[in-house]
Structures are given as C-alpha cells and as structure tokens.
C-alpha cells in the first residue's frame, strides 16, 4: 500500500482502517493489546502528514520483518514516539541489540 492510495480518508475510522491493511498487506500480525496503542499513537502523531505515517509504519515492519509479530509497545514507543532527532538512533539502537 503507498500514500498515494489514501487520498480519499476522510475520518479516524478510515485512517484507522488503512494502518491495520497496511499492516496486513504484509502480512504482519499486530498482538491484540498493541493493536489499540499503535493505531493511536500513529493517528495522533501523523493524521496530518500520511507520507510520515507511511514511513513510521515502514519502520516498524523493517524491525519486525523477521518474525512479523508486533507484539512489544515500549519497542514501538522507542521506535516511533521520540523526538525526530533521536528515531534514527533508536531505530539503530534497537537493530543492534536484535544481533543480527
């Protein structure tokens, strides 16, 4: 799925819906109790700019690719909820510590 597609949100309910798909689309599963923190947090942070939204959502699958499981909300906090500054070296921080 690509930004480009999305044009035609118009509420919450629709934006909510396309994270999930996005998610989805990839086959990745999003644990129960995450699913509700994730989507809010992305909403709140990113509704008013969809290329950012696609790009943190894109972040989040680069780190669960392995086993597609989202499933750890302070991972996600520390992936997603920081300063601009501090995502890429929390992104790098988090890669690391997985030891690939």
Same mark, same amino acid.
């Given at each position: 799925?690509?930004?480009?597609?999305?044009?035609?949100?118009?509420?919450?309910?629709?934006?909510?819906?396309?994270?999930?798909?996005?998610?989805?689309?990839?086959?990745? *599963? =999003?644990?129960?109790?995450? @699913?509700? %923190?994730?989507?809010?947090?992305?909403?709140?942070?990113? !509704?008013?700019? +969809?290329? $950012?939204?696609?790009?943190?959502?894109?972040?989040?699958?680069?780190?669960?690719?392995?086993? *597609? =499981?989202?499933?750890?909300? @302070?991972? %996600?906090?520390?992936?997603?909820?920081?300063?601009?500054? !501090?995502?890429? +070296?929390? $992104?790098?921080?988090?890669?690391?510590?997985?030891?690939?």
């Amino acid at each position: 799925m690509h930004v480009e597609e999305i044009f035609s949100i118009n509420n919450y309910r629709e934006l909510y819906e396309y994270i999930l798909k996005t998610f989805e689309h990839d086959n990745f *599963k =999003i644990s129960s109790h995450i @699913k509700p %923190i994730l989507t809010k947090k992305l909403i709140n942070h990113y !509704q008013d700019d +969809l290329f $950012l939204l696609e790009q943190e959502i894109n972040k989040i699958k680069s780190y669960y690719i392995e086993d *597609k =499981i989202i499933h750890d909300s @302070k991972i %996600i906090k520390e992936l997603i909820f920081n300063e601009s500054d !501090q995502n890429i +070296l929390s $992104l790098i921080k988090l890669l690391v510590d997985k030891k690939y």
